[in-house]
């Protein structure tokens, strides 16, 4: 059976880096569908994405990227979700591509893209915690069977990743890593000044340590 592949990219005012994510995820033939979810955004990321030829989905206020990406999954159609983020940099088509194939092929049920060979920070970021990764392939039997879980996932901020971190290991999933060479992202300081990126920072990590903090409650006293 042929298994439709969406892309999900949730952006919060990217309106001048989307347009270059979005260029080459268009160009990846195993993508079936391409959805923007907009959190919320002042800017205008949502015209860009539109101009690009892609579906978006609007949410009237800012709700974090948990709920974006849940949002997004209930409100698409496809056997495979592809997340990604809106501010990447020197992403290839071949990158796209290996983190959907092992699971077109049934070899993983979730993958997770781990920057290298690009910018100094990004990479050993990602070496200290890969599970924080944004780039991640999955199956969306894995996303239904979480939101049957936990009816308050959606809400934990910027807690996604490591959502999806816990619950992998929690399902025993098939979790493969890709390598995406010469890829890393735009930073918070470098997009909102270093006082407000460096908020806005803290504020992701707290998300992040509450969020895993709620799921090992949750966890344990099952």
């Known amino acids: 059976m042929c298994k439709k592949v969406v892309c999900l990219i949730p952006a919060y005012n990217e309106e001048k880096r989307i347009g270059a994510v979005l260029s080459v995820v268009k160009k990846c033939e195993l993508v079936d569908e391409i959805f923007v979810i907009d959190d919320g955004s002042v800017d205008k990321t949502a015209e860009v994405a539109e101009k690009n030829g892609v579906s978006v ?17 209930e409100n698409t159609q496809g056997d495979i979700i592809l997340m990604l983020d809106a501010d990447l940099v020197n992403l290839k088509v071949e990158d796209v591509e290996n ?4 699971l077109l092929e049934d070899k993983a049920d979730m993958t997770v893209g781990i920057f290298s060979d690009g910018r100094f920070s990004t990479d050993l970021a990602q070496k200290i915690s890969p599970f924080l990764s ?17 009816e308050d996932i959606k809400d934990l901020g910027y807690a996604i990743e490591i959502i999806l971190t816990e619950y992998a290991k929690k399902f025993n999933l098939r979790v ?4 995406l060479p010469k890829v ?3 930073m918070k300081e470098e997009k909102l000044g270093f006082i407000k990126g460096a908020q806005h920072r ?6 992040i340590i509450k969020g895993y903090v709620n799921l090992k409650k949750s966890r344990d006293g099952q």
């Open 57 to 73: 989905l609007r949410l009237e206020k800012n709700r974090g990227k948990s709920y974006a990406i849940f949002y997004g999954v």
């Open 99 to 102: 983190l959907i194939r092992p």
């Open 134 to 150: 944004g780039q991640r392939g999955i199956k969306r039997w894995v996303f239904e069977k979480i939101l049957e879980s936990r």
């Open 176 to 179: 493969l890593t890709v390598p």
């Open 184 to 186: 890393s992202h735009v």
């Open 202 to 207: 803290m504020k992701m990590y707290s998300d």
